[in-house]
């Protein structure tokens, strides 16, 4: 289950403010929402803790 509080911070390269994070792909991908923009992006995060 994805928990916002497992990925860290990012924020959006084109108006600088902070994204939300929307969602956290297996392969280690966090998912970002940028409101202002209304652009997805997506940042490695690291891979998931296989043994969870």
Known sequence: MFDSDDVPPHWCPDCGNELAPTGLQPAGIGQYF?????RRHDHYVGQADASA
């Not at 940028?34 to 209304?38: D, G, I, L, S, V």
């Open 34 to 38: 940028c409101e202002t923009c209304r």
